[in-house]
T-cell receptor
Framework: LAKTTQPISMDSYEGQEVNITCSHN???????ITWYQQFPSQGPRFIIQ???TKVTNEVASLFIPADRKSSTLSLPRVSLSDTAVYYC???????FGAGTRLTVKP | AAGVIQSPRHLIKEKRETATLKCYPI?????VYWYQQGPGQDPQFLIS???????DKGSIPDRFSAQQFSDYHSELNMSSLELGDSALYFC????????????????FGPGTRLTVL
């Protein structure tokens, strides 16, 4: 199972773009990368999933380089309500590692 | 749209008592996961079931057991409760992703907050 590593915390300001990178050096050929967002006292919520290159939805973009050993979640123009913990999961491993606590300041 | 239902939402127990948490997955979801999340911690995977069979096992204590029933709902049974069992317990459900294994998307319930006194 691919192990993931993310920064423990990040700070940003409203209106900025935030990029959170996840390392997954031993990702398997068939593994997809999935990101979740969690607010306090709520269950994690699916944000985006991808396999290679770039995926974009109404919430975020996901960039995956050719070697797929990392991925970057991009949140455009964050607001205070984006303050949350963000997790990346790889493949069928549903174990959450240490997520990234994003704090958006006014 | 239907979501994952968990009951009860809050539960207060004494040490050494037992507790049963219930999870009702989204209709047609065939996989259920259980997680424990202590204050300020990341969700810890406990156990999962696919088509009523245990599919994966994480850091579930021996005092805990779980099963998935024929109607796909799941129950987490917790015995000899300890103070350290106080946490939020999340259930999630999923169905096979369109791109095959490993592309499932989990949908989480609101959680059950268990307090052990």
């Amino acid at each position: 199972l691919a192990k993931t590593t993310q920064p423990i915390s990040m700070d940003s300001y409203e209106g900025q773009e935030v990029n959170i990178t996840c390392s997954h050096n031993n990702i398997a050929t068939n593994d997809y990368i999935t990101w979740y967002q969690q607010f306090p006292s709520q269950g994690p919520r699916f944000i985006i999933q991808g396999y290679k290159t770039k995926v974009t939805n109404e919430v975020a973009s996901l960039f995956i380089p050719a070697d797929r050993k990392s991925s970057t979640l991009s949140l455009p123009r964050v607001s205070l309500s984006d303050t949350a913990v963000y997790y990346c999961l790889v493949g069928g491993d549903m174990r959450f590692g240490a997520g990234t606590r994003l704090t958006v300041k006014p | 749209a239907a979501g994952v239902i968990q009951s009860p939402r809050h539960l207060i127990k004494e040490k050494r008592e037992t507790a049963t948490l219930k999870c009702y997955p989204i209709p047609r979801h065939d996989t259920v996961y259980w997680y424990q999340q202590g204050p300020g911690q990341d969700p810890q995977f406990l156990i999962s079931f696919y088509e009523k069979m245990q599919s994966d096992k994480g850091s579930i204590p021996d005092r805990f057991s779980a099963q998935q029933f024929s109607d796909y709902h799941s129950e987490l049974n917790m015995s000899s409760l300890e103070l350290g069992d106080s946490a939020l317990y999340f259930c999630a459900s999923s169905f096979p992703g369109l791109a095959g294994p490993g592309t499932d998307t989990q949908y989480f319930g609101p959680g059950t907050r268990l307090t052990v006194l």
